[in-house]
């Protein structure tokens, strides 16, 4: 669970909401209270501001602002008074008229929605707001998508009203069925196919020929690298060696065979190792648990009657920093990753630090070098993409995942494959002045073809990534406290023929990742067995509580059947189930967000979990 919600954290790119009122402006306050020389404290939705007002104002009445200036003080206009609410009201039709809008009860009525919402807005934006609701078929739904955008303060132009309009009114599962229907070439099929969950129509040895032959020609180190580090190729063998073998290759009869650095079987369970092994720190975690490890080596190679005369820079150096990956549970995400003799060594330093300069026996000396071993398995950030992509193909072959890593790995593809993640890589390459290892990604494919490059058409990319870019703007939205996350899958790699919502919502750390040890998760499912079913899970201080909501109360003795497993898994990773409840979830009014993934049997309750 840790790793996942660590993951998501980093994953996806944040969108920052200011709650500063911006120069140009329109918003409604409510004066709390009047100051000599038109000054005042103005309540603008959750907090209270001291502004410098033009005219008198009347105590605890509403009024409709422009803000001037916002430097020292917040400087404010009045343009009208809203104790009235009619719609009627003339300091709208001013405010619409000056907007270059026609004053008609519809738009009346969304400036009046608007206001009441608490969103601030500049007039030009409201102008373009007003273009794009009268070019609507549906002028509700417009509606409802622009009020969006003004509250979470996005630009207010036609391409984010589409990719918005396009994410409520559309779902993966359908927008990539239509591009499936296309003849797309062997890459653009492949992805396609990861992506859905489903086998590609090509052979694993086509498509890894294909995927190897094109890096080798473009001069991407990706795969070489990937196989070098899971061990499949010699560290001393060198990428201009990988590339002359393969171009060798290529030029010689296509009946002798690839020089593939074995059997897939193998290849498969060496990758999807290295998978496994990826620790789920943040860069800074990593940096300190490395900086530990080397500090941890030092003190074995120092005969242990000698440890306490090391410089007292050393020591505190080397427990200031195991403090710190114990306040950040860093050694606790560490424990999945150990044998029992490892983990069970590292539980003592943990209640013990002072062992460390004490420890006679070699079982510190394994500890070590288990860690060390973890540390040489870690990859760059720009080559998870490569690695997931090659784990997502090999793994429809030889499906020798575990559950968790192999729900994890369907998350991954879905952010690293689909391209959500492009801008952010590219840039962390430019800050961190690294070259980018490109892994084509869905979105890109997408860019190509409507530019005339890529493999589809452009009237079908074109929707696509209207919703591609509507998923990621409604991804994650940031506070100064707090982060919610957002995340719709295609239900097919989970057996469903219809999406697969997740929300989640938690306080944010000094880091700016949703904290994993206090947050709030909501699946939303529609299982073949359960039907419409609600996951609730509730994480206060890594002590968490479960509620599974259905429209059968029956289905209680199932999920209770679970209870010992899942609180065993939770301890594994950190954590202590607090509760395990099943609810009757009451019918909605209205539609709840479809997600449906269908599975063969009761089991498949507890992954979701």
């Given at each position: 669970m840790?790793?996942?919600?660590?993951?998501?954290?980093?994953l996806l790119?944040?969108?920052?909401?200011s709650n500063?009122?911006k120069?140009g402006h329109?918003l409604?306050?409510k004066v709390?209270?009047l100051?000599?020389?038109n000054?005042?404290t103005?309540?603008?939705g959750?907090?209270q501001?001291?502004?410098?007002l033009?005219?008198p104002?009347t105590?605890?009445?509403t009024y409709l602002?422009?803000?001037v200036?916002?430097?020292?003080?917040?400087?404010l206009k009045v343009?009208s008074?809203?104790?009235?609410?009619?719609p009627?009201?003339?300091?709208?039709s001013?405010?619409l008229?000056?907007?270059?809008?026609?004053v008609?009860?519809m738009?009346?009525?969304?400036?009046?929605?608007?206001?009441?919402?608490?969103?601030?807005f500049k007039?030009?934006?409201f102008?373009?707001?007003?273009?794009?609701l009268q070019?609507?078929r549906n002028?509700t739904?417009?509606?409802?998508?622009?009020?969006?955008?003004f509250?979470?303060?996005?630009?207010?132009?036609?391409?984010v009203?589409?990719?918005?309009h396009?994410?409520l009114n559309s779902?993966?599962s359908s927008?990539?069925?239509?591009?499936?229907t296309q003849?797309l070439?062997?890459k653009?099929s492949t992805?396609?196919?990861?992506?859905k969950?489903?086998?590609?129509s090509?052979?694993?040895?086509?498509?890894?020929?294909?995927?190897i032959?094109n890096?080798v020609?473009?001069?991407?180190p990706s795969t070489?690298q990937?196989f070098?580090?899971?061990g499949l190729?010699e560290?001393s063998h060198?990428f201009?060696?990988?590339?002359n073998s393969?171009?060798e290759?290529s030029v010689?009869?296509?009946?002798t065979?690839?020089?593939l650095?074995?059997?897939?079987?193998?290849?498969?369970?060496s990758?999807?190792?290295?998978f496994?092994?990826q620790?789920p720190?943040t860069?800074?975690?990593r940096?300190?648990w490395?900086?530990?490890v080397?500090?941890l080596e030092?003190?074995?190679?120092?005969?242990?009657?000698?440890r306490?005369?090391l410089p007292d820079t050393?020591?505190?150096?080397l427990?200031k920093?195991?403090?710190?990956?114990?306040?950040t549970?860093?050694?606790?995400?560490l424990?999945?990753?150990?044998?029992?003799?490892?983990?069970s060594?590292?539980?003592s330093i943990t209640?013990n630090?002072?062992?460390l300069f004490q420890?006679?026996?070699?079982?510190?000396?394994q500890l070590?070098?288990?860690?060390?071993h973890?540390a040489?398995?870690?990859?760059?950030?720009?080559l998870?993409p490569s690695?997931?992509?090659w784990v997502?193909?090999?793994?429809?072959?030889?499906?020798?995942?575990t559950?968790?890593?192999?729900?994890?790995?369907?998350?991954?593809?879905?952010?690293?494959?689909?391209g959500m993640?492009?801008?952010s890589?590219?840039k962390s390459?430019l800050?961190?002045g690294?070259p980018?290892a490109?892994e084509t990604?869905l979105?890109s494919?997408?860019?190509?073809?409507l530019e005339?490059?890529?493999p589809?058409r452009?009237?079908?990319?074109r929707?696509?990534?209207?919703?591609?870019?509507?998923?990621q703007?409604?991804?994650?939205?940031e506070t100064q406290q707090t982060l919610?996350?957002?995340?719709q899958?295609?239900?097919?790699?989970?057996g469903?023929?219809e999406?697969?919502h997740?929300n989640?919502?938690?306080?944010?750390t000094?880091k700016?990742e949703i904290?994993?040890?206090?947050?709030?998760?909501?699946?939303?499912l529609n299982?073949?067995?359960?039907?419409?079913?609600?996951v609730?899970?509730s994480?206060s201080?890594?002590?968490?509580g479960?509620?599974?909501?259905n429209k059968?109360?029956?289905i209680?003795?199932?999920?209770?059947?679970?209870?010992?497993k899942?609180?065993?898994g939770?301890?594994?990773?950190?954590?202590?189930?607090?509760s395990?409840?099943?609810?009757?979830?009451?019918?909605?009014?209205?539609?709840v967000?479809?997600?449906?993934?269908?599975e063969?049997?009761?089991?498949?309750?507890?992954?979701?979990?």
């Open positions: 840790k790793n996942i919600i660590s993951s998501l954290g980093k790119e944040s969108n920052v909401i500063q009122p120069r329109v409604s306050g709390q209270q100051y000599p020389d000054r005042a103005v309540q603008i959750k907090q501001v001291n502004a410098q033009e005219t104002l105590k605890g009445r602002f422009k803000v200036s916002n430097e020292e003080m917040l400087h343009l008074s809203q104790q009235s609410k009619a009627e009201s003339a300091g709208l001013d405010l008229r000056q907007s270059g809008g026609k008609s009860k738009n009346l009525q969304f400036l009046r929605q608007l206001i009441d919402q608490q969103a601030s007039a030009a934006d102008k373009e707001a007003l273009s794009i070019g609507a002028k739904a417009a509606k409802e998508v622009l009020l969006q955008m509250q979470k303060q996005l630009p207010v132009k036609a391409t009203f589409d990719a918005l396009s994410r779902t993966w927008s990539m069925e239509a591009a499936s003849q070439d062997m653009t992805l396609l196919a990861q992506l969950g489903e086998r590609p090509h052979s694993l040895m086509d498509t890894s020929v294909n995927k032959m890096e020609r473009a001069g991407n070489y990937l070098k580090q899971a190729i560290s060198s201009k060696e990988f590339q393969w171009k290759w010689q009869s296509k009946e065979h690839p020089p650095p074995g059997a897939f079987k193998g290849i498969a369970g990758m999807q190792k290295l496994h092994d620790l720190f860069n800074t975690e940096q300190t490395n900086q530990w080397n500090q030092r003190i074995i190679s120092t005969p242990a009657g000698e306490k005369a050393f020591q505190q150096g427990l920093n195991f403090e710190k990956l114990q306040n549970a860093v050694l606790q995400k424990l999945p990753f150990l044998t029992e003799a490892d983990a060594t590292l539980k209640n630090p002072e062992v420890d006679r026996s070699s079982s510190l000396q070590v070098q288990s860690l060390k973890l040489s398995r870690q990859i760059d950030v720009n998870q690695l997931v992509e997502s193909r090999l793994s429809g072959e030889y499906p020798d995942l559950q968790k890593n192999a729900m994890l790995m369907k998350i991954k593809s879905m952010i690293h494959l689909s993640q492009d801008e890589l590219l390459a800050q961190s690294s980018m490109k990604s979105k494919i997408l860019l190509q073809s005339g490059q890529g589809m452009a009237e079908t990319a929707p696509l990534l209207h919703f591609l870019n509507g998923t703007l409604n991804a994650l939205q919610q996350a957002s995340l899958f295609p239900g097919s790699f989970v469903s023929s999406d697969v997740m989640m919502e938690g306080r944010k000094s700016g904290d994993p040890d206090f947050c709030h998760i909501l699946f939303y299982l073949e067995h359960l039907n419409e079913t609600i609730d899970l994480i201080d890594r002590r968490v479960v509620t599974v909501m059968d109360r029956s209680e003795p199932v999920v209770h059947s679970f209870k010992n899942l609180a065993e939770l301890e594994a990773l950190g954590y202590e189930l607090n395990l409840n099943v609810r009757t979830l009451k019918p909605e009014p209205g539609p967000s479809p997600q449906e993934h269908k063969s049997s009761k089991e498949g309750v507890d992954l979701r979990i």
